[in-house]
């Protein structure tokens, strides 16, 4: 500062930390502009901007451009399955012309995937909406045997063509369960894409589920 002082030329903007009583910093900007007569320096103007607010509102600009970057890389990563789902289904029924019931369950597998793509594009426009840093949750009742069942369908041709067994494994008393429907076929999708880059040819990936009474309440659990 006294160098700019010096020179004549001043300081602007620059960054420094003060205190006030009871020794709690706060940043400023300084800004020191001499007071000239002719050439010679009469005095100085020594300003000083809180910048608290303005600090704080970049911090919590930098969180949510964070929060969008993550966003965006889950919803990318999760995108290639339902994608990959309905080229492979599309391809089969227009190569094979299989009999009317595979034709029915393929065509099922392309819905729910069209579905699926439907909601990973709402969480993309979500991201417009977001500011701290968290995926939207719609919590419901959800069929446990049909939610397994469409993971191990979307990831059966894969698993074949590595020579790794899918297996479904399923309690006969577990029907339904509470939770997000959509956020739960992610998680199990992220777990089953791992699983398969890891386990070697002639494996056996399961995938199931169980009522567990351990958790926050009384109620039931359900492990995956």
């Given at each position: 500062i006294l160098q700019g002082l010096a020179s004549?030329?001043?300081?602007s903007g620059r960054n420094e930390i003060l205190w006030r009583a009871g020794r709690k910093a706060f940043p400023v900007q300084v800004t020191l502009r001499p007071m000239m007569d002719g050439r010679e320096m009469r005095g100085a103007v020594l300003s000083f901007t809180d910048m608290t607010e303005t600090r704080a509102a970049e911090a919590s600009l930098r969180q949510a451009v964070q929060a969008r970057d993550e966003v965006l890389a889950v919803v990318s990563h999760d995108l290639r399955n339902p994608v990959g789902t309905i080229v492979a289904g599309a391809s089969l029924l227009l190569t094979l012309n299989?009999?009317?019931?595979?034709?029915?369950?393929?065509?099922?597998?392309?819905k729910r995937s069209a579905e699926r793509i439907n909601r990973l594009i709402q969480d993309l426009l979500d991201v417009a909406r977001l500011e701290v840093g968290a995926l939207s949750v719609h919590p419901g009742p959800f069929q446990v045997k049909s939610l397994l069942e469409e993971v191990v369908e979307a990831h059966q041709r894969t698993a074949e063509d590595q020579g790794i067994?899918?297996?479904?494994?399923l309690?006969?008393?577990?029907?339904?369960a509470w939770g997000d429907r959509h956020r739960v076929i992610q998680a199990l999708t992220n777990l089953v894409e791992?699983?398969?880059?890891?386990?070697?040819?002639?494996?056996?990936?399961?995938?199931g589920a169980m009522a567990s009474e351990d958790g926050p309440s009384d109620q039931d659990q359900i492990r995956f």
């Open positions: 004549g030329t001043g300081v299989p009999a009317p019931e595979k034709r029915q369950e393929h065509l099922q597998a392309i067994g899918l297996v479904l494994r309690s006969s008393d577990l029907e339904q791992n699983a398969l880059k890891v386990t070697a040819r002639g494996g056996t990936i399961t995938i």
